[in-house]
């Protein structure tokens, strides 16, 4: 059991930044994928950011170039940086951890999934 606590969320103008961290109680070296996800009311949970354990980052294409996510597996910790932040990024962000474990020599896999508790970010016009 993995728990995930978020941080950072808050109200900025538009144009602004902000920056999320996850905390982890355990370590993250194992967890195979961390990302960030956001929530808006009525709409689907969004996938922001992802970073593997195998270095690999990828982000949704609304946030593409101005969203940074960055994993620190000594801290255990997972930060979203967010610049130049508009009026549409407003939302409850919630910090995932995927761990997948083969449980079996047919290579049999596992899943699991934690989600931290959210932390809002509003960015006004």
């Known amino acids: 059991q993995v728990q995930l606590v978020e941080s950072g969320g808050g109200l900025v103008q538009s144009g602004g930044s902000l920056r999320l961290s996850c905390t982890a109680s355990?370590?993250?070296?194992?967890?195979?994928?961390m990302g960030w996800y956001r929530e808006v009311p009525g709409k689907e949970r969004e996938l922001v950011a992802i970073?593997?354990?195998?270095?690999?980052?990828d982000y949704a294409k609304s946030v593409k170039g101005r969203f940074t996510i960055a994993r620190d597996n000594i801290k255990n910790m997972v930060y979203l940086q967010m610049n130049s932040l508009k009026p549409e990024d407003t939302a409850v962000y919630y910090c995932?951890?995927?761990?997948?474990?083969?449980?079996?020599?047919?290579?049999?896999?596992?899943?699991?999934?934690?989600w931290g508790q959210g932390t809002q970010v509003t960015v006004s016009s």
């Open positions: 995932n951890a995927l761990q997948i474990k083969v449980v079996n020599v047919e290579g049999a896999t596992v899943s699991r999934e934690y």
């Open positions: 970073s593997t354990s195998g270095g690999i980052t």
């Open positions: 355990k370590t993250i070296t194992s967890i195979n994928r």
